[in-house]
């Protein structure tokens, strides 16, 4: 499994970012995608999940700002991250979750850094 994220940058205080993730090496549409973060010093978060047919959870600290989405046919998935906050900054990785309604990944990609200056 090869999950590759790319978008990140840096942006100002309450501009929008969109990250992707392209994924290969695996059945795609059959699985959960996730995006996940880690801020300096802090432990990974759960940032968003999505299923097969569009229907997604999100952690609380981005309900109502980030919006994730994926394209079965592309075997891609994105993230559409509005309202940037500078608690935002992180590395965001795209990963195969454990299974609907987790908030665990199985799989990891390699992360895209997201800087949200003030």
């Known amino acids: 499994v090869q999950l590759q994220a790319s978008g990140g940058g840096l942006v100002q205080a309450g501009g929008s970012l969109r990250l992707s993730c392209a994924a290969s090496g695996l059945t795609f549409s059959r699985y959960v995608m996730g995006w996940f973060r880690q801020a300096p010093g802090k432990e990974r978060e759960f940032v968003a999940a999505i299923n097969w047919s569009g229907s997604s959870y999100y952690g609380d600290s981005v309900k109502g700002r980030f919006q994730i989405s994926r394209d079965n046919a592309k075997k891609m998935v994105y993230l559409q991250m509005n309202n940037l906050q500078p608690d935002d900054t992180a590395v965001y990785c795209c990963?195969?979750?454990?299974?609907?309604?987790?908030?665990?990944?199985?799989?990891w990609g390699q992360g895209t850094l997201v800087t949200v200056s003030s």
């Open positions: 990963a195969v979750v454990r299974g609907w309604g987790s908030t665990q990944g199985d799989y």
